[in-house]
């Protein structure tokens, strides 16, 4: 283990403990003529991916990717390489998917966004409604870098 994997590990172990609780207590308070899905079991946290870094290396484990059903309701938290599969292994109909949450902006959490949003769309049965999937991010869009500052490279004569 690399000096410092340790603590990072720690931090997101405790960031999805955070997150689930927090999530928990914001969604606790009751809300008047707000419809249930039904069919999606009990409440739980569900780690679909756990593998740091964008490196795959066989089918388990795979990037970050977990899933927390609440109240009837799933929320996806990253969208690693892989999350597609591992959601339809979870027993989560795609068409159910209405929130996903991107912690940082490293292929192995946001790789398979496109596609799970694409998967998620074309499970829908025709003539079904579309429903609304919203994807949040953990910054603004526009407080990242636009682009790579530019490394000046040294030649040898």
Request: glycine share 10%.
């Amino acid at each position: 283990m690399a000096e410092g994997q340790g603590a990072m590990e720690a931090t997101r172990r405790s960031f999805l403990i955070g997150a689930a609780l927090g999530l928990g207590t914001a969604l606790s308070r009751p809300r008047s003529g707000r419809a249930q899905q039904p069919g999606l079991g009990r409440d739980r946290l569900v780690l679909l991916g756990t593998k740091g870094g964008p490196r795959v290396t066989s089918y388990a484990p795979t990037p970050s990717a977990n899933l927390i059903v609440y109240r009837n309701v799933p929320y996806v938290i990253d969208a690693g390489y892989g999350v597609t599969f591992k959601l339809v292994e979870a027993g989560l109909p795609l068409p159910e998917i209405r929130y996903v949450f991107i912690t940082h902006h490293h292929s192995d959490h946001n790789l398979e966004l496109g596609p799970l949003v694409y998967n998620a769309a074309a499970a829908r049965k025709q003539g079904s409604p579309s429903g609304c999937l919203k994807i949040s991010e953990s910054r603004p869009a526009d407080s990242l870098p636009r682009t790579a500052p530019a490394t000046p490279t040294r030649t040898r004569n």
